[in-house]
């Protein structure tokens, strides 16, 4: 398959944030309309529930009481991703990477703005810290949601690239020393090596 160009990694890394929020926002709306709060539906049990839940903090309902922070950290992550977004092609996998880490952070900074504590007509002090939903649940472990599995895919395969070297343009990183290897050994630098 053929790397993709520029415009083209745009288009496919915007197109795929869209699918993730707007799975992410349906899948929240279904749970609200269907479910009470509290509720848990067996799906494949004993490995998946789906259990409707309200996070008013991070993963694991950490930070409950710093929910502003969270929603400016998504403000900022979401900036970063659009501006790095302008040095993609060549690479469907940072294409594919950066799409669903903006989708991800979309949706649930969609929550903070525009869910209740945030909307509940108090003005600035309770805006930006509205409640997530949460609503997949695996024993022994967080409530989650089709946002933070885009969140967490994207960062593991983010991660996995930057260690392995790959660049938003598709090229590799080489060790200086690789690429002192690769340079072609001209006259005068036969002599400088011989002088020293």
């Known amino acids: 398959m053929r790397n993709p160009s520029r ?3 745009l288009i496919v890394a915007a197109a795929l944030a869209v699918f993730a929020w707007a799975a992410d926002q349906l899948t929240k709306v279904w749970v609200e309309t269907t479910m009470t709060l509290g509720e848990q539906t067996e799906v494949l049990p004993p490995v998946l529930y789906w259990r409707y839940h309200l996070n008013p903090g991070a993963a694991f309902s950490m930070g409950t009481d710093y929910t502003w922070i969270f929603t ?36 649930n900074l969609t929550d903070r703005i525009f869910r209740a504590p945030s909307m509940n007509g108090e003005g600035i002090s309770t805006f930006g ?66 002088d020293i």
Not at 89 to 104: D, F, K
Not at 129 to 152: C, E
Not at 154 to 170: A, E, K, P, Q, R
Request: glycine content about 12%; overall charge negative.
């Open 7 to 9: 415009r083209t990694a």
């Open 72 to 107: 400016l950290i998504m403000i900022v992550v979401l900036a970063y991703v659009a501006l790095k977004s302008r040095q993609l092609g060549g690479s469907w996998l940072w294409t594919l990477g950066l799409g669903g880490l903006a989708g991800g952070v979309a949706g």
């Open 129 to 194: 810290q509205g409640h997530v939903v949460d609503f997949i649940a695996v024993p022994n472990f967080a409530i989650f949601n089709i946002a933070d599995s885009f969140i967490v895919c994207s960062i593991i395969g983010i991660c996995t690239m930057m260690l392995f070297g790959l660049n938003l343009d598709g090229t590799r990183e080489t060790s200086e020393k690789n690429a002192d290897a690769d340079k072609p050994k001209t006259a005068t630098t036969d002599a400088a090596e011989t």
